[in-house]
């Protein structure tokens, strides 16, 4: 007994270190129904499992089912409606149908105009197809400029890589430049430096100027009265050279030389007679002539309102315009000579006038 419980521990024991005898040691304890048994509860558990989800689907077809078939009622009363509203829309076709037999005549004429316009169309299609072969060739022209245009891009190609080639050169050149800058700046900060030195010089030229400003306001005095000695003086001379030019003329002084302001002032006037005649000498002195006066002159004595303040002051009749002056540019003889004014230089009389009537 003892050896078979031994045996039986030792079967045991294989059983468990070796998993497949276990089956084999069921097929040979247990009868064929205990060895199907798992497997026929699993299946039925299987089939129960499936049930209840057939179950459960059919609840919820059944449960959508009266939803539609709500649905559905509600769908045949809406249809039932739109098919009295499709009756009246029949009627209203029917009357529309009508009109349309008309319109279509209408139609069938407008398609007999259409087919006339569809002969120009063609007649239309059949000149754009000549265009259409014109555009091929022009379009096989532009092929042939585009193969030139791809050759001058070859060629700018080349050219941009030249360009290329100077743009190094002038970065070259550029640093160069960049160097003669900095020399440059040094250079001015040397020209900063004489610019102040240049300031303080000028500051000290300015206070001369100064000084030189108020010695010349002292001399332009004195220069003014110079100018009126010299005017005084060319007067005075010119005065005496018209008396002892008429005097040997035969002319005798009727009315002394006098100054006369009129529009400025003429500065001698003097009245000479001989015989039956007089004449009025009207004479400006300047210190120095230029063909610009001598024009003034002449206009001033034609205007006129000089006429008129002469007139006022007695200065009526034939009348002799001179020009006197000490320095006389060289063709104010010229001037003086197509202008019809006298002139009187150092030596005496140079030009002779033509008389003026004075109103």
């Known amino acids: 007994m003892a050896s078979s419980v031994e045996e039986f521990r030792r079967l045991l024991k294989l059983v468990e270190q070796h998993p497949e005898l276990r089956e084999e040691l069921r097929r040979h304890v247990l009868t064929e129904e205990l060895l199907q048994l798992p497997a026929a509860v699993h299946e039925q558990g299987t089939r129960l499992t499936r049930l209840e989800m057939a179950v459960a689907e059919l609840v919820q077809a059944i449960r959508e089912l009266t939803t539609t078939v709500q649905r559905h009622d509600a769908r045949l009363e809406q249809v039932e409606r739109e098919l009295a509203e499709l009756r009246n829309a029949v009627q209203e076709l029917v009357a529309t149908s009508k009109q349309h037999e008309s319109r279509l005549a209408r139609l069938e004429e407008l398609s007999?105009?259409?087919?006339?316009?569809?002969?120009?169309?063609?007649?239309?299609?059949?000149?754009?197809?000549?265009?259409?072969?014109?555009?091929?060739?022009?379009?096989?022209?532009?092929?042939?400029?585009?193969?030139?245009q791809e050759a001058l891009?070859?060629?700018?190609?080349?050219?941009?890589?030249?360009?290329?080639?100077?743009?190094?050169?002038?970065?070259?050149?550029?640093?160069?430049?960049?160097?003669?800058?900095?020399?440059?700046?040094?250079?001015?900060?040397?020209?900063?430096?004489?610019?102040?030195?240049?300031?303080?010089?000028?500051?000290q030229l300015t206070e001369a100027v100064a000084q030189l400003v108020r010695k010349t306001a002292e001399h332009d005095r004195k220069l003014d009265r110079f100018s009126f000695l010299i005017g005084t003086y060319l007067e005075r001379d010119a005065a005496q050279r018209i008396a002892h030019f008429f005097e040997a003329e035969g002319w005798s002084l009727l009315e002394r030389p006098r100054t006369i302001t009129v529009n400025g002032e003429f500065d001698v006037v003097a009245r000479f007679a001989r015989g039956d005649e007089s004449v009025w000498v009207i004479i400006e002195s300047k210190a120095r002539i230029h063909p610009r006066d001598v024009e003034v002159f002449a206009a001033k004595l034609q205007k006129r309102s000089v006429q008129a303040r002469l007139s006022a002051q007695g200065v009526q009749g034939t009348a002799l315009a001179f020009m006197a002056g000490g320095n006389i540019e060289r063709h104010v003889d010229d001037v003086c000579q197509r202008l019809g004014v006298g002139l009187i230089d150092l030596l005496g009389i140079a030009v002779h006038p033509r008389p003026v009537m004075l109103d």
């Open 112 to 148: 007999a105009e259409h087919n006339q316009r569809l002969a120009r169309l063609e007649e239309i299609a059949a000149r754009l197809e000549a265009l259409l072969a014109e555009q091929n060739q022009r379009l096989t022209r532009l092929e042939e400029i585009a193969a030139r």
């Open 153 to 203: 891009l070859a060629e700018h190609n080349q050219r941009l890589t030249r360009l290329e080639e100077l743009s190094a050169q002038h970065a070259e050149r550029l640093a160069r430049l960049e160097e003669i800058a900095a020399r440059q700046e040094e250079r001015t900060a040397q020209l900063e430096r004489s610019t102040q030195e240049l300031r303080a010089a000028v500051a």
